[in-house]
């Protein structure tokens, strides 16, 4: 596998354990009823891995693993008179 696809399925990966932490935080926070501290460092986590995320994602555009895209790609740039 190239770069950029092992690139894209770590940050791929990464959103899923982060939408895990979230999901486990609401767990936490149904079942516990707000007495224990295992909500707080679900989503203390949930924070750390979307700092994480953050700074991957720039290194990657810095390191030209990911390029930025308009909404329309395909269309000719316009030209001024």
């Keep these: ?46 924070i750390v891995l979307s700092i994480a995320l953050f700074v991957l994602l720039f290194i990657g555009f810095a390191a030209g693993l990911i390029k930025p895209h308009g909404i329309n790609p395909s269309a000719p740039p316009e030209t001024l008179p």
């Design 1 to 46: 596998m190239s770069g950029p696809v092992i690139f894209k399925i770590v940050v791929v990966v990464l959103l899923a354990i982060i939408l895990i932490s979230l999901a486990s935080g609401l767990v936490f926070l149904i079942r516990d009823k707000g007495k224990s501290e295992r909500t707080v460092k679900s989503l203390t986590l949930r």
